[in-house]
Each structure stands twice: as C-alpha cells, then as structure tokens.
C-alpha cells in the first residue's frame, strides 16, 4: 500500500480528460452520467466533443460505432450493467461484428453499487463481453493502474471494455506503463497462487500477509486484464505451486476462475477453487457488509486459502 484512497470514477475521468485534450479524435459519450463519470472539467473544456444523449445506452453505443467510421475514438461510460447488459445487441453486432474502435466502461462494477440491489450490480460482464469476439477486458487494480490502462486501451486499436468501481481504492503499485494483457506478480511463494482482480486485490493482498504469518506462502499474480489471460505467467506460477485460488467481484462462473480452469484443463490440470458471488442475486446493503457475507473480505479470502492448501496436505 503506497498511497491515499482514490474515487476510481475521479481519476478515469481526469486520466480521459488529459487524454482526451492532446488527441482531437476522443469523444466522450453520456447517458445521463457524464459528471458522475468523472467528465466535468471535459465538459467544461471541449463541450464540442462532449455528447449527452440521456438514458438510452442502445443507441449511444450505435452512435459510438458511427463515429469510430469517420477516424473518431469514442469512449462511452456509464454503470457496468447498462453499458454490457442492457446494450449487448449492440455492443455484439455495431461494436464488437464491426471491430470498431469504441471503448466502453462500465463504472459502479461488481457490486459497488451495494444498495440499489440486484439491478444494479454488475457480476456477469466479465462473461457475457467475453463472448464477443476480439473485445479485450480491462479490470485494473488500483488508481494509477486505472491511470495506465486509460492511457493503453486509448492508444489501442479496437473494441475495448474497462471495469472500474465506485468505493475509494488505494494506490497499491507505483504509476508503470500499462500492457494489455500482462498480469503482474504482487508476491512470490510456493504454496498455492491467488489470482485476483479490479478493487479486491488490495483484499487478496491482505490476505496473503495474514496467511504468511501463519506459515503458508502465497504466490500472488494480479490481472488487470481480465482477457486475454496472462497465460505464461500464470502457467509459470501453477507449475510451481500445484493449486489456485481465484478472487474476483464477479459470478463464480464465467470471470477469471472459469477461464484459469478450463485453461488448466488443457495444458497443466492443477485443482482450482473459484471465490466469488454464487449464482444468484446477491444481497444488498452496505459494500463491506455484503464482501463479509461472501468471503470476500481479506479475513475470508485467507480463510478460504487456508482450508484449500490444508485439505492437500
């Protein structure tokens, strides 16, 4: 841990901003969500290049298509599940069928957006962008991770969804240039490998120091791109350890876990115990309270990690 807390929709706002004033070709897209998205000093800047069409993600996402045919880059933010559930026609067929140069993020992911519920929880993005073909999937870790990714996914050619949240994260890496598609090695051990990603990393890394006062040694490899996967390093790190545990604000079907299982599967099967939401809507009330009910919290996180490495022993 490096630094103070951060509102994450703060720093990809001025992170797009800064971007956004060097390169004329950036726009920026709201439904209904522009300064909650962190656009105000954009607004303010280059109201020219700020387009507001209310609530109606359908067709800004079919606008987005348009305007990356005449050389444009737009980037289109709004709550994770109404930029990838609501619109998946489009993000699949105008977006995604189109190879567009069109980033999408989705702000308020997993479930930050604790107390409005079910509708308002994001913990299937992972799996149903996953589906259309050649969209990479960003989840960075921390502000300045957010910070480099905004920077890459700019100066990327074609269909790009990022996640962030909504609860102040702290910077847990110094600023580093951000590669789609490499993971990052947080700690070494020998043990099993925690793979994590987005915001519960710096739980997963709390994790791992309670557990290395209980004699278990944790190999932690970090993903802030959710797909393509890292599959060198993490083959790297299971080869060694033998087992994995992986944490992720999502289902505990179709995110992360489910693409290091069914990679294990086919190239070094290794047992593989998946954290996450179960398969259902989950409950709503405050964020800490509903990551305590799902084990998700560093205390159960280590827990879970422990009975796992216990259970081969």
Same mark, same amino acid.
């Given at each position: ?43 303010r ?7 507001e ?29 109404f ?10 067929n !105008?977006?995604?069928?189109? @190879?567009?140069? &069109? %980033? ?5 992911? *997993?479930?930050? +957006?604790?107390?409005? #519920? ?23 870790? !921390?502000?300045?991770?957010? @910070?480099?990714? &905004? %920077? ?5 050619? *074609?269909?790009? +969804?990022?996640?962030? #949240? ?53 190999e ?15 083959l790297?790190?299971?080869r ?24 294990l ?31 998700l ?17």
């Amino acid at each position: 841990m490096i630094g103070n807390k951060e509102d994450p929709r703060k720093v990809f706002g001025a992170a797009v901003t800064e971007c956004a004033l060097a390169d004329e070709r950036i726009v920026l897209l709201s439904a209904d969500s522009g300064k909650s998205s962190g656009f105000g000093d954009f607004i303010r800047l280059a109201p020219q290049r700020y387009f507001e069409f209310g609530i109606m993600e359908q067709a800004v996402e079919g606008v987005a298509s348009g305007l990356a045919t005449t050389g444009k880059i737009p980037v289109f933010c709004a709550i994770a599940p109404f930029v990838t559930a609501r619109p998946f026609e489009m993000f699949r067929n !105008d977006i995604g069928y189109m @190879r567009q140069n &069109v %980033k999408i993020v989705g702000r308020n992911g *997993g479930i930050t +957006y604790s107390d409005l #519920g079910s509708t308002h929880h994001s913990l299937d993005d992972f799996a149903i962008i996953r589906m259309i073909p050649g969209v990479r999937i960003l989840c960075p870790q !921390d502000p300045n991770e957010i @910070r480099g990714a &905004v %920077k890459a996914m700019l100066a990327e050619r *074609g269909p790009i +969804y990022m996640r962030i #949240g909504n609860e102040p994260i702290e910077n847990l890496f110094e600023e580093a240039s951000f590669s789609i598609g490499k993971g990052r090695r947080i700690r070494e051990g020998r043990d099993v490998t925690l793979v994590s990603t987005g915001s519960l990393t710096a739980n997963a890394i709390a994790a791992a120091e309670q557990l290395q006062a209980a004699g278990i040694t944790v190999e932690h490899i970090g993903l802030p791109t959710v797909y393509p996967l890292d599959t060198d390093l993490l083959l790297q790190s299971v080869r060694k350890t033998g087992r994995v545990v992986t944490v992720e604000e999502h289902y505990v079907y179709g995110g992360i876990g489910t693409q290091i299982a069914d990679l294990l599967a086919s190239s070094f099967p290794a047992p593989v115990r998946k954290l996450g939401i179960p398969h259902a809507y989950a409950s709503s009330g405050s964020y800490a309270e509903i990551l305590r009910k799902y084990g998700l919290d560093a205390e159960g996180i280590a827990q879970s990690i422990a009975e796992f490495v216990n259970e081969g022993r």
